[in-house]
C-alpha cells in the first residue's frame, strides 16, 4: 500500500521554527517570517500563519535564496503560494482574499507577488489541494489527502474497509482512521436514549382533573357558605 506518487514532493516539516542563525539568509528568513505572521494575524488565521512559517523553514532547508530580493516579496510570495494551494481566492471560502488584495495587503504589486509565487511553488512541486500545505480544517474534504494505492489501484481511504484504513493510518498515509471519525459523529446524531410510554397510559393511571376535583369534594369557599 502507498500514496500516489508525485515527483520532486518534499515533506514539509511539522510546526518548525525557522533557525536562529546569522547568516544572511536566515536573516532574510527572520524577516519574512515577521511580515507573514502580521498579514496571517491580521487576515487570515493561525493555520495559515503555521504553514507560511512551515514554508518559510522548508526554503531554508533547501537552500532556498531568499536573500536575494525583498523580504516583502518573499512574503507575498509565500502567502498566495499557500492561498493558491487552498483556493484562497474562491468567495466561497473562509477566510478569502483576492490576489490584489494580498498583494495590497504587503505593498508590492501582483506582478511581483505572482512572480515570487511561481518561483516558489515550482521549487516545491506545489499543487492545487496538495496534501502536504493543506489547510487543517480542509483535511477532511480534500480528496487527494485521501488517495491511496492499494495493489497498484487508486482508491479513496474513506470508503475503504476499516482494516485498510488501519493500515494506511500505521503508514502515515492518512492523518486520522475515517471509520472512527464515523463512529463518533453516529454516537453523537444517535443522542440519549427516550423511553416512550404507550399511547393513552399517562391519561389511564389516574383520575383526570375534573374527577379529582369531584372527588375533593367543593371548594372551600362553597363550604363555608354551607
Known sequence: MKKRKRTKSRKRPSNRTVPDSHDRTSKAADQILELTNAFCQGHLNEEYRELCQDMIATLLDIDFPLQKGRAVSWASGIVHAVGWVNFLHDPSQHPHMSSSQVAAGFGVSQQTMTAKSKIIRDELDLIQLDPEWCLPAKLKDN??????????????????????????????????????????????????????????????????????RKNEGPPLSEASEE
Open 143 to 212: 480528496p487527494l489527502v485521501w488517495t491511496i494505492d492499494v495493489n497498484g489501484f487508486l482508491m479513496d481511504a474513506r470508503y475503504a474497509p476499516r482494516q485498510v484504513q488501519e493500515e494506511a493510518y500505521r503508514l502515515g498515509l492518512i492523518p486520522y482512521i475515517p471509520a472512527d471519525e464515523q463512529e463518533r459523529r453516529a454516537e453523537a446524531d444517535a443522542g440519549p436514549e427516550v423511553i416512550q410510554f404507550p399511547s393513552g397510559k399517562n391519561n389511564a393511571s389516574g383520575p383526570t382533573g375534573s374527577e379529582q
